[in-house]
Nanobody, 126 residues
Framework: VQLQASGGGLVQAGGSLRLSCAAS????????MGWFRQAPGKEREFVAA????????VYGESVKGRFTISRDISKNTVYLEMNSLKPEDTAVYYC????????????????????WGQGTQVTVSS
């Protein structure tokens, strides 16, 4: 399984960006997909995740109310709509996929994900 993230870039504070993550190869539709981010010198941080159906989503506290995750199963793609961006949102954003289909919750920890994309840089200027 390969995950290709795109959509990062440079934006001013208060602006918006939309990240995409396309899955290819041996794709699966029953596992959750998520977004994490990592800023220089910091640990990887959970951003958002969505279950296989797209019906349940969870968010990190720092992005609640500003970011929205969604997925298109037919396209094997997950999206992250980011609004009201702040300089502290600056990081490399990684998408991830969970191959486990039996979870009753939406995973939010890095070790629960099996596949990772290469990351896309998001820079928010003040």
């Amino acid at each position: 399984v390969q995950l290709q993230a795109s959509g990062g870039g440079l934006v001013q504070a208060g602006g918006s960006l939309r990240l995409s993550c396309a899955a290819s190869g041996r794709t699966f539709s029953n596992g959750a997909m998520g977004w994490f981010r990592q800023a220089p010198g910091k640990e990887r941080e959970f951003v958002a995740a969505i279950d296989w159906s797209g019906g349940r989503a969870v968010y990190g506290e720092s992005v609640k109310g500003r970011f929205t995750i969604s997925r298109d199963i037919s396209k094997n793609t997950v999206y992250l709509e980011m609004n009201s961006l702040k300089p502290e949102d600056t990081a490399v954003y990684y998408c991830a996929a969970d191959r486990t289909s039996s979870r009753y919750y939406v995973p939010a920890r890095p070790h629960e994900y099996d596949y990772w994309g290469q990351g896309t840089q998001v820079t928010v200027s003040s």
